[in-house]
């Protein structure tokens, strides 16, 4: 196996300490493992790659496998940045005795992702401290929409069930105060219940998936070029991301190399899309404590970002720019010298609404200490992206995993430990600083040369593993490929679902007039969760 020497290392250890119950492993690239055991052996190896690597469980997904093998699949991936590698640990779970060890009494990152193979594919949970519904909602039928005999045309009838029923609160002066689903924005529907004393937050209980959009089952029923689109559709201001990793994995599929030029253009377009959502959500911050000025400001630079998205890619958010292979369109001398003149002017105004922010007292008074979500916490909820950098994450997939071409560049990654509303905005203007380093360094080296490599049919029976840093944090889709040049499987993971439990904890001891801005500090996406 061509495996780095870190990993090549923890697999010899491995295989000492658990010798033949390792069945298989194998290495599809040089900073990924793939190991085969028994179901049983999943929680020993958690605890070896959480505790001893100090790795971090970074999804947790099913296949079902029944038709080849009569039994699913459970998948666990860590990532061990240490190691600068991911290990995928695959454990077949009996097709007449579906039941899966819970693991998140262990790692409470595992929580919301054990209980939607619970909900999708109807493997029951043993030991899980709250194995309610959590994808499908409780007046759901007795359905697994991604099991293979459930046809997705199919009409369910009416939903006529009992209702989610939250958590009852008890003591004098203790009330609920329920915020929700429907909201007065234009945004997709989540459910938010407060339990307060008096103005402090007790509890904050999470409704999510109400608008689930069954993306990884459509996944299946189309022709593999036809699945970029879809990607797309995950989450609206993560179009470009959410399609360069399921072009990656494709690409790794069937084991293409995307020309030099095409993988420069994706960093720019990954960076520009960072920077209209991070300075929209600047300034969204300031008008969620009444500084609509800064607010103003932060949307007209937004506006200026997505009018050159445009007239690089004829989409504002960038739609229909990557393809598998590499992108479909160039940019000439005009359309970069636009984009030279953007970054440039950018971060001149950018400089001036930081310090119309820095000026601004009330502004600072309202955000520090406010939210906090501390290290020790996020580090048990596997918290990513900007939440996670405030709060002591040490890690990005463009650092620690270059993807396209970002091993042609050099960059700082923004880490604080206060992890509060101020940090978390902080870091979102840090990385804006960096992304107009980024630009500019791709623009020096931008290579000449085709903008795609074909690729024709993918073979069946391949699996691919792909991740892309995103603006709101790791992205990953995991490909197992079926004959026709279509998908038996596609695994979706947007940082959204894995840091909206991050509110729950981070909302105690505020007052609920604070919970608009400690929301949106986070600003997660419904889309991406009910993809």
Known sequence: ??????????????????????????????????????????GALCSAFYKKYNGRLAGVFAEDARGGHNAFFVYYLYALDSAHGFVLVRVPVPKDQPELPSLTNAIHAANWQEREIQDLFGIQLVGHPNPRRCALHDDWPEVWPLRKDFDLCTQLPPFTGARHKFREVEGEGVFQVPVGPVHAGIIEPGHFLFSVAGEPVLYLQLRMFYVH?????????????????????????????????????????????????????RVLCLELERLYNHVADIGAICTDVAFVTAQMHAMRLKERVLRVNEHLTGNRLLRGMACLGGVRFDFDADQLRALTRLVDEFELEFRDLVELIRSHSGTRERLETTGV???????????????????????????????????????????????????????RREELFQSFGIIRQVLDKLPAGPLQTEIGEVPPDLVALAYVEGWRGEIFHWIHTAPGNRLARCKVKD?????????????????????????????????????
Not at 12 to 34: G, K, M, S, T, V
Not at 383 to 398: E, K, M, N, P, T
Not at 404 to 416: G, I, K, L, N, T
Request: some cysteine; proline content about 7%.
């Open 495 to 531: 940082p959204s679902l894995q840091n909206w439990p991050a509110l729950s904890e981070s909302i105690l001891g505020n007052i609920i007039p604070d919970f608009p801005v400690v929301n949106k500090s986070f600003n997660l996406s419904y889309s991406g969760t009910d993809r």
């Open 213 to 265: 959009k069954g993306i990884e089952k459509l996944f299946e029923s189309m022709p593999v070029p036809h699945c970029v689109r879809l990607a797309e559709s995950i989450s609206g201001d993560s179009s470009f991301a959410h399609a360069t990793a399921f072009c990656h994995a494709v690409e790794r599929a069937a084991g293409v190399e995307v020309p030099p030029r095409a993988r420069a253009l």
């Open 373 to 427: 979500l501390r290290p020790e916490v996020a580090r048990n909820l596997g918290i990513v992206g900007i939440a996670g950098r405030a709060s002591g994450f040490d890690h990005d997939l463009r650092r620690d995993f270059p993807h396209d071409f970002y091993d042609q560049v050099q960059f700082s990654v923004p880490v604080f430990t206060e992890g509060d509303v101020q940090r978390r905005m902080v870091v």
């Open 1 to 42: 196996m061509n495996l780095l020497p870190s990993l090549s290392t923890i697999l010899d250890e491995l295989r000492q300490r658990f010798a033949a119950q390792i069945e298989h492993a194998h290495a599809p690239q040089p900073n990924e493992l793939y190991l085969h055991t028994r179901l049983e052996l999943a």
